[in-house]
């Protein structure tokens, strides 16, 4: 992995709120020449292990992202990592977040649009 490069003053970010078994979290990730380099996770309830699990993904995944981690590979080490509740973990949901995040840079969709689509899919295919 290459040095980490400093954090500019201003970044442009997306907060995207996620549904998971431990309630709802908050992910902001932070973009930067166009790549994700910075993740922020708060949940909806303040404090608890859970949180603080939270703080130290976050900083973890920011300085992977500021030190060449690619965003696609953050989203593949996160992705399914379930537990005692089921697959909808905070993890996993982090990793969607910077998926969704990934695929409106990609392609320049509405994010909020992108979202919609997919949860509406999503409920389709569970309706079947």
Known sequence: MSPKTPRANVLTGHTIVRTTHCGKIFVTVNVS????CEVFIRFGKAGGCGSA???GIARLLSYGLRSGLEPADAV???TGIGCHHGPKTCMHE???AMRLVIKHMETGCDLNEIIENEELA???AQSY
């Open 94 to 96: 982090v990793s969607e």
């Open 53 to 55: 699990m939270g703080d």
């Open 76 to 78: 593949k080490a996160l």
């Open 122 to 124: 999503e409920a389709n």
């Open 33 to 36: 020449d166009g790549k994700p």
